[in-house]
């Protein structure tokens, strides 16, 4: 094992990507060589053929933003080789989404300029558009006599609104499909329903995985062009219109991109994966994956990740095991509850206990009440909690097990459990470089709300949600040593 794992290490980073490149060879020519499995893919208007006559099909890009194994770009390849058409990707630049800063549209940015050009390479036309996708993608498709649409899949209520609007106004001729290509076992597929928790849908999944965990075959290039000619990219203006806070800096740890993700793969698999097991809950060790921002864009597959992540399942079985189940059975478990439960971002959306016990501590006194402005400049008397906000400002990050303590004291210090759940996502949203992403929502439901949890002893403004203190992160890790690290001087100015 120990030469196993010194030849691992002497891998680099081109090396990886050379192996991802070769395996999808090996496993087939492209993809009109490989059986496509069409439970990845679900009709959303019953319209089975591609219009006749058409001169393009559309990939409508806004999930996962990469050519490379991603399973709605090959299936929107699949249609146009099979219909002798050209291939197109729009991405809308939208004027705001939900809380997002110019942090996230900048990281977004440059992700998909590295997208276009691989596209230029395959012969793929890249069309960054500006505006609605309500008014652009129907637009492009009415334009340029596209067959058909393929959408990415992503549950949250604002861009299931978009596909709703975009189906509603399509020609009645021209299908649309989704496809799953941010969850290894499609969502609507792994359960029909809300599941209750990570125990009632984990086995759901891993009966699945045999079937939906294969290996991708390569993006081709692309054996049709198109006779139009199109407006070019203008990447210097891309943000000109845009309505977002644009206070927040951007984050330096973590470069955008497929190839930077898949070098972050390849440090967490050589540096950290040893050790996820039993030191990730640890704020101050150097455990955790941090391919999250990654993850959120779609930058990078899961699936990819887990493909190569079992081959070390015999030297870190524990490690495999952990992160199979953070970044597989969670992650799909939060788009689960995102896709069934319409009100998942408000107290509405938990279950009756939760909702019960909220009311019943609504009126607790709070030794502390906190403005959102005190909050989001870490003006609390927990220093503790504003190492937390600074770190997720400063970084865009914060360590999982320190983001329930730190939304579960909003809780604790707000005047109602909604202006909590209001405020934790807002912040999440605003300033976490994975926010505006189904981990958040469920993240802040979970701490503030108990959704995937049970009821715990009794307590003042808890009620039955689970409780975390100070006391208890001193018992896990060296609070000073976090605080010192991520402390931010307190105002003196503090709403008591």
């Not at 691992?8 to 192996?19: C, E, F, G, I, M």
């Not at 999930?63 to 991603?70: A, S, Y």
């Not at 455990?287 to 779609?298: D, E, K, Q, T, V």
Request: aromatic share 12%; hydrophobic share 35%; glycine share 4%.
């Amino acid at each position: 094992m120990d030469k196993l794992n010194s030849s691992k290490r002497r891998r680099t980073v081109d090396d990886l990507l050379q192996k991802f490149e070769n395996n999808r060879k090996n496993t087939a020519e492209s993809i009109m060589t490989f059986n496509f499995n069409k439970k990845r893919v679900r009709l959303l208007n019953n319209l089975n053929d591609v219009k006749e006559g058409c001169k393009g099909i559309l990939y409508w890009m806004f999930r996962d933003v990469r050519v490379q194994d991603n399973w709605a770009l090959l299936f929107a390849q699949k249609t146009a080789l099979k219909n002798n058409v050209a291939l197109h990707i729009c991405y809308c630049i939208l004027p705001r989404f939900l809380d997002a800063s110019i942090r996230h549209y900048k990281f977004l940015l440059k992700g998909l300029k590295e997208v276009e050009v691989e596209c230029k390479a395959l012969n793929i036309y890249f069309h960054l558009l500006h505006g609605e996708p309500k008014v652009n993608i129907l637009e492009f498709v009415k334009v340029f006599k596209m067959g058909a649409v393929i959408v990415d899949f992503y549950p949250l209520k604002l861009p299931m609104s978009w596909i709703d609007d975009i189906q509603n106004d399509l020609p009645k001729d021209i299908p649309i499909c989704q496809v799953d290509a941010h969850n290894i076992v499609p969502c609507w597929h792994a359960s029909p329903k809300e599941e209750f928790a990570a125990r009632t849908i984990r086995n759901k999944i891993h009966t699945k995985l045999e079937e939906f965990l294969t290996e991708f075959p390569p993006i081709v290039k692309h054996l049709y062009i198109s006779k139009e000619k199109f407006r070019s990219n203008n990447w210097e203006t891309a943000l000109e219109n845009v309505k977002i806070d644009t206070s927040v800096d951007e984050i330096t740890w973590a470069m955008p991109g497929y190839k930077h993700g898949i070098k972050e793969l390849e440090s967490f698999i050589q540096n950290r994966l040893k050790n996820y097991a039993t030191e990730r809950n640890n704020p101050l060790s150097n455990s955790i994956s941090n391919l999250s921002p990654w993850f959120h864009f779609g930058m990078i597959s899961v699936q990819r990740c887990i493909l190569e992540m079992e081959e070390y399942r015999k030297l870190y079985p524990k490690s495999v095991e952990s992160f199979i189940e953070e970044a597989v059975i969670r992650r799909e478990l939060s788009d689960n509850f995102c896709f069934y439960n319409e009100n998942y971002d408000l107290i509405k959306g938990a279950h009756a206990w939760a909702i019960e016990t909220l009311n019943i501590h609504r009126k607790d006194k709070r030794e502390y009440v906190y403005s959102l402005n005190n909050l989001e400049n870490c003006q609390t008397h927990d220093d503790l909690w504003n190492a937390c906000q600074n770190q997720m400002v400063t970084t865009g990050k914060m360590h999982g097990f320190l983001r329930m303590y730190w939304a579960k004291k909003i809780l604790q210090w707000t005047e109602t459990p909604e202006n909590a759940l209001e405020w934790a996502i807002f912040l999440n949203d605003k300033y976490s470089i994975d926010g505006c992403d189904p981990n958040g929502y469920v993240g802040c439901m979970w701490s503030i709300c108990g959704i995937h949890d049970h009821g715990w002893p009794e307590r003042e403004i808890f009620g039955k949600i689970r409780y975390m203190n100070y006391e208890g992160c001193k018992r896990k890790f060296n609070v000073k040593e976090f605080v010192a690290k991520w402390g931010k001087e307190k105002s003196d100015n503090i709403s008591k």
